[in-house]
């Protein structure tokens, strides 16, 4: 990572974990959660996304994020970027509130990390990289398995909560429409 990309890398990380440190009580002011919102707490519709279930699923999504970082930031502008994953965050929250009304709360990145997954492979699928063809099957591959089989085995951790894999769905889906409408860069940065 270039100094640029690392400071914005490290930065969001940081916010993330301030955010950790509120520990019980910021997490449950900030998930999202369905009464919540209904009853006016908009900020849940994306401040759900920024928290988690304790320092073991924080860990496991910066990781994440780290791995999406480095193999998809440069395909991209960061501005797209923003874009991209506020498409994929929208997309996650729609899905919830219409596809999942029984879904009461949920905490964590990995929905938005599976949009930056889905436009990141879009982007090597357009230039033609040989990668692809390991990507397209893979997030394909994953996708199909969650809705069909549930969550990967081990996925969770110790976290203590159910992963929500419809959020990986809607995130890559809502991050496709985004990434179909803008061009990646030729050559990565």
């Not at 994306?46 to 699923?57: A, F, P």
């Not at 909560?161 to 409408?181: I, N, R, S």
């Amino acid at each position: 990572m270039d100094g640029g990309r690392l400071t914005g890398f490290l930065i969001f990380c940081a916010v993330l974990a301030a955010l950790e440190l509120t520990g019980d009580a910021g997490r449950e002011l900030l998930r999202y959660e369905r009464s919540g919102t209904a009853s006016g707490e908009w900020w849940r519709l994306i401040t759900g996304h920024l928290v988690h279930l304790g320092w073991e699923h924080f860990i496991l999504n910066v990781m994440g994020l780290a791995l999406m970082w480095a193999l998809f930031f440069p395909d991209y502008r960061p501005g797209r970027w923003a874009l991209i994953c506020v498409v994929s965050l929208i997309a996650i929250d729609l899905g919830f509130w219409f596809l999942n009304p029984h879904l009461v709360w949920y905490v964590g990145l990995s929905g938005v990390l599976h949009g930056v997954m889905a436009a990141g492979t879009l982007a090597h699928l357009r230039r033609g990289e040989r990668d692809a063809w390991v990507l397209v099957p893979f997030l394909v591959g994953k996708l199909a398995w969650e809705q069909f089989s549930g969550a990967l085995p081990y996925s969770s951790g110790s976290a203590g909560g159910a992963v929500v894999v419809d959020a990986h769905l809607y995130g890559a889906v809502g991050a496709l429409v985004a990434a179909a409408f803008l061009r990646p860069q030729r050559e990565p940065l």
